[in-house]
């Protein structure tokens, strides 16, 4: 019933327009969209720079989900659902931590890093423990950069994975360390905070100090591109090209999207100034004007990679008018605070601009629940919220007829 | 499903008994009054006071909808819902403000105060504007009181103004300022607080500041009513009569009800001791003793109006358990406060009584939501709760069966 | 259709292993639960100590329903829903109180403590009060414990007062006062308190203070059992019988348990130190030592009784993961507070535990949410676990076929 439901409010969906109504605000279809979306795809979790030992781990919550993701002995990364294989209870309590082995707080079943229930007191000489381990998670890494899956079968990494990495290795993301984290509630919608992001139409009017720094246009031939920013571009791409960093739009489709993109005239870093906000560049550089990185993936993450910093931006629903918004800055792993880099001045910039992207996407969910709501036409600089639109209704259509039968978009 | 429910619920009902259970307490049921009651009739919003110059505004939440209520630059109150045609934003944020036009906050798009989206910055030379107005609510203004309706054809306005502007006009609201007004939120259903309104069977055990000036009895032959008051009638109502002022029973049927009854013997207004609030009188009123006109008009209002002060009650439903009560206080408009009136004594009483009406509708709540509850009989100075009653069985039943075929109440 | 779904959800369930998630976490099935056990059994409500005088009385929350729970005239315990029988207002405002007769605050209906209604003021000369009396809830008092149903037709409670009887009564609870309660809210599903309390295999990695005293096993013939604790139950039953003491443990199927317990060597009440908690022991006693009479019963109530003080506990479901937990420590009638016993000494060591095992049953909750939880198996010293979730799917077998129709556990 719910699937008839989704695949008439697909029938009315229009492209170029913002969502039916039902697929921001509905109760049942973030119930789908849980299933549909972040059940069924890779998600963004986490650097590596936050587990660099064994038995460093983090944990993540996607729906009713707890996943813990961690660095085994050989090093690995691996992920695990947090839940005891004897009566269900939460194993790691925390966000992040470290543990020799996996020991249930509840009755102190013992599971090795690499998921095996080695001790579980009390049970029966007879008990088969190997029945028991954990239920692992889908991991990959890319460049220090750790995505998860709880689908069963989950979609193929490796075009993804091939398309960006020429990107962001040059910036050597696993040799970062976390200068500073932290998560704002957005009381809206996940797809709603995914929309503000993919478009900087409404940066003129609401982001002061983002603009300082940061170009409105997010392709070479933007619609609304001035002469200006064609000139930037020219310039900045001739560097980029003579240092061998690849900056072309990357073709991601409609499931991501990767590109180097300059700041504006004279800046090179997201500070209130432009100046460069760590001393110590990433990896070897020595040229601090790199432009930016700018890499997203449905459905939960967009990035920055800069010269000198990098900024891991991790969405997560808690509700249909509810979600999680994570902001991870990285600097390089041997950069000091205090010396190379104040946290106030790495962070201001984003820290305001989410705060600020956060009270639009929540007056966005307001005023998509009112009966007067119709779908809108985006502008040409919306472009990317069509894509992301079209991905989403491929997702539920697959989730309603399968994926051998999905719908054609008109 | 739900109609075939709220069906069975209405042959359930019984005349002269509380509703019952499920009207009460449900939330499919709150849904369902949001739609067959507060989207289909005319609510009350503010009074003009509010809004007196060109671009001044109120919104205003009707369950899901936001509106905003407006004078516009020809001096006519507009109302519109308060979302955006481009993406569905709020559009004004506040509960009052002043817009020369209204701009949406997100990408800025202008809306002319008479609706037209005049400007909508990087949309293709191509985009036709006239289709993106915004989509506009119905407005009635009687005497200064402006009252909406987010429904496409709403029921006549014609009866209930031409009854009611007798009495009210005299007081001429239009011409008063705002002195104070307070939102309280009661964890009740908003039947349980119009209820608690129409009858003053509670006030004897709970309204102590009240019933000193309040008479308990709402018509001149109220079934409890006594010589006492009997008296009151023939002296006030002589009184009245000399000045033309109109005090007998409107017959406003089921849907609302306009009075003008007396104070208790050497009391005019609702203070402390009876004595004015407001030493500047409504109108040219050179009498402080009009008594007080009672007027009430499902759903959600219920007003004052004095020699001295009008006070306007304006419920708006929140949740199935959940109510918004407004009170405004309204005194001449040439009135000065700490002068002409002490905004303490022009309120306490009211708020009292609100107060104490509040905790008495969050009690009868949580009574009725056990298995316990029968609907139970009405006294005969609850004869308003029957009329109510059949008024909501009314809508429901034109909800569930159409207007064209409302089954007879018993 | 909820009967179907609950009707497959038994057909999965597996003996020796926790349930199927949907009991621990659906919002369906614990509406479920409302009705199949709460509303359908015996639960306990309070000590008899907390109405002493005819008048006083207790309020107590089951589900939507509010029960107030009485001593009346002639010293009998007596029950009504809290439910005014005119328009619904609850009556008692207070967890407890005393009152000559229940006026209902809203229109001063007056009831006496049989539950007649004997006032209605303003109501007509033929209103006949005799079919508006309060709606009785069952009761049952058992040496001073009082248990109420809010079933129609609650089962027989004859086999479980006999049978527990002899254990409690030399105790007298009859003759205690309340020395202290308090109420914690577990933000878990009630069958995982219940669980909880059900076994300490948790409480040598969890209840540090607890197990000063409490031996961890629960039958004389404990599958974990040691010699240490042979030895101690040999000496103690010994005594025991001397004292004429029962101590074996009781047959109670899966609805009740009753048992007499030793201490841990030196040990003889619920303190730090093992030492009494209360100098005045309750009863006659002069024996300190007489262990721990553990008296448990299916749903929503476990309870000590020891030669110095009895703590009976109670359970309560607010919502799917959110549940009410009070502790009601009593002691000799006669017992003077600061003079025989201390408070702090006295609760100390369960408020501890009580607050251990929430955070345990929360996590248990939070993991089981999960779409990797898979019912787990009971450890043998788990064996009370498999009671309860039997005894738990024959009420919901009840529920879903009728009692005459209960489906063969496996």
Not at 105 to 115: I, S
Not at 138 to 145: A, F, L, P, Q, R
Not at 181 to 209: D, F, Q
Not at 311 to 335: Q, S
Request: net charge negative.
């Amino acid at each position: 019933m719910l699937k008839q439901r989704i695949a008439g409010l697909l029938n009315e969906r229009r492209s170029g327009f913002s969502m039916p109504q039902a697929f921001y605000v509905d109760e049942e279809i973030f119930q789908a969209d849980l299933e549909a979306v972040f059940a069924s795809d890779w998600l963004f979790a986490c650097s590596v720079a936050e587990i660099k030992r064994p038995g460093d781990y983090v944990t993540m919550e996607i729906g009713r989900d707890s996943v813990v993701i961690l660095r085994d002995r050989d090093g690995e990364v691996k992920a695990y659902f947090n839940t005891c294989r004897h009566r269900g209870s939460r194993i790691c309590l925390h966000e992040s931590g470290r543990a020799n082995r996996l020991v249930c707080p509840y009755h102190q079943w013992v599971y090795e890093l690499d998921g095996r229930l080695i001790n579980a007191r009390q049970m029966p000489a007879d008990f088969d423990k190997s029945g028991y381990s954990l239920v692992p998670v889908h991991v990959e890494v890319i460049c220090g950069m750790v995505y998860v899956s709880v689908a069963e079968n989950p979609p193929s990494f490796a075009r993804f994975r091939d398309t960006v990495t020429p990107y962001i290795a040059p910036h050597q993301p696993d040799r970062t360390k976390v200068a500073f984290s932290s998560t704002i509630i957005e009381e809206a919608n996940w797809k709603l905070v995914i929309e503000n992001n993919r478009e900087c139409y409404h940066c003129a009017g609401n982001h002061p100090a983002l603009l300082v720094t940061l170009v409105e246009f997010a392709l070479p031939d933007h619609p609304a591109a001035n002469a200006t920013f064609k000139n930037l571009m020219d310039t900045s791409t001739a560097r980029w090209d003579r240092l061998g960093l690849p900056h072309k739009p990357a073709d991601g489709g409609i499931e991501f999207r990767c590109i180097r993109l300059p700041f504006n005239e004279d800046c090179v870093s997201f500070t209130r100034d432009g100046a460069p906000a760590c001393n110590k560049l990433l990896a070897d550089f020595t040229e601090p004007d790199l432009g930016s990185v700018r890499m997203f993936r449905v459905p939960n993450n967009w990035n920055h990679f800069l010269a000198d910093h990098i900024i891991h931006f991790r969405v997560l629903p808690l509700g249909p008018n509810r979600t999680a918004v994570k902001t991870t800055w990285l600097v390089h792993e041997d950069a000091v605070e205090g010396v190379d880099y104040d946290i106030k001045r790495l962070t201001e910039v984003w820290t305001e601009t989410n705060d600020e992207d956060r009270i639009l996407a929540e007056h966005n969910h307001q005023g998509i629940q009112s009966r007067a709501y119709r779908p809108g036409p985006f502008a040409p600089s919306e472009f990317m919220l069509k894509n992301f639109a079209e991905w989403y209704y491929g997702k539920m259509s697959d989730y309603v007829h399968g994926p051998a039968h999905r719908i054609a978009a008109e």
